[in-house]
């Protein structure tokens, strides 16, 4: 399951499938905490990010809580 093509902007609501990999990263950059979901989740975005390698991934509200994702494994939910 890929994400739709639109591009995500701060605010935009994104869908997150089950088994998905999100996780915390520190001010360093390094991963702190990972999880797998597990069920679908609509999350809010908080921030597009590009790391290193070009990777892209989404800061997102999940469960209350900063985490990551990556821009692969969300989907942008499209404004009515």
Excluded: Q
């Amino acid at each position: 399951l890929g994400a739709t093509m639109n591009k995500a902007n701060t605010g935009n609501l994104g869908y997150i499938p089950s088994e998905v990999l999100i996780v915390k990263i520190n001010e360093s950059g390094n991963v702190t905490r990972c999880e797998k979901t597990s069920k679908p989740k609509n999350v809010l975005i908080l921030e597009p990010v590009i790391w290193g390698g070009g990777k892209s991934y989404h800061e997102i509200l999940y469960d209350g809580e900063k985490w990551f994702v990556s821009e692969s494994d969300i989907s942008i939910i499209p404004h009515i």
